[in-house]
């Protein structure tokens, strides 16, 4: 079971193999919100690639993984169909 902690640190840090991995294990942190209304999606989104000196690629990976996940829960019968 991932903790939303550690699930933060990983979407902050655009480690998007954790992130999928994470939320493959513990599906019901897809549906999480911070006390703002924000997803692992907008916390994603909310970080600077440069000023942190973080590879942009991986961050467009991380919101890839994200939003594809994000799908899945609202579309389950389409994916599993699949």
């Known amino acids: 079971m ?7 640190d990983w979407v902050k840090g655009f480690e998007w193999q954790d992130v999928e991995r994470g ?6 942190l897809i549906g999480f919100r911070d ?3 924000r997803n ?12 942190t000196k973080q ?5 467009i990976r991380t919101a ?13 019968q389409r994916y599993a169909a699949a």
């Open 35 to 37: 006390n703002k209304g």
């Open 55 to 59: 590879k942009p690629a991986d961050s």
């Open 23 to 28: 939320l493959d294990e513990s599906p019901e």
């Open 2 to 8: 991932v903790s939303k902690t550690r699930m933060l």
């Open 64 to 76: 890839d993984v994200l939003a594809r996940a994000q799908r899945r829960r609202r579309w389950p």
């Open 40 to 51: 692992w999606l907008h916390l994603c989104c909310g970080v600077n690639a440069a000023k």
